[in-house]
């Protein structure tokens, strides 16, 4: 995780100076100032850095994996992974809840009276999936 977090952080200061050229280029542009774009940068770097932070902050805490041994061959990552949830529906109904939000940002608000129960119910059925039904733990 420290190698991966070290790219992230490599990945944050590149967009950084990104940010800032594009920032200075566009503000000085015959047309204006472009506000979009620089904010857009600036969000990409928050995003790097946070995913930076946290594989720092995490790999202080968890063994040592194979990515971060120069030497460990491909098959020293084999193994169980941890645990990963079976198949479930509840994706599907946040997907078209989140489709009928964006589309009632598009063709009217009212589409939004269709979008929050279908998105409460996935996202209710996905927090609790655990706790009833087949994939209950005993």
């Not at 050229?21 to 542009?29: A, L, M, N, R």
């Not at 968890?62 to 992974?81: C, F, H, K, Y």
């Not at 645990?83 to 009212?110: K, M, T």
Request: proline share 3%; hydrophobic share 50%; glycine share 14%.
């Amino acid at each position: 995780m420290k190698e991966q977090g070290k790219i992230f952080a490599g990945f944050a200061a590149f967009i950084l100076i990104m940010a800032v050229v594009y920032g200075v280029w566009t503000t000085h542009s015959d047309h204006g100032t472009e506000a979009a774009g620089t904010t857009a940068l600036f969000l990409a770097f928050g995003l790097c850095a946070f995913i930076a932070f946290y594989l720092g902050f995490t790999s202080k805490r968890v063994d040592t994996g194979a990515g971060d041994n120069p030497e460990a061959e491909v098959s020293d990552d084999a193994g169980e992974m941890g645990f990963f949830a079976p198949h479930s529906w509840q994706p599907l109904s946040l997907a078209i809840g989140g489709a009928f939000a964006f589309c009632g940002v598009i063709f009217g608000w009212w589409l939004m009276f269709w979008a929050a129960p279908l998105i409460l119910i996935g996202l209710f059925g996905w927090v609790f999936e655990f706790y009833r039904g087949e994939n209950q733990n005993q």
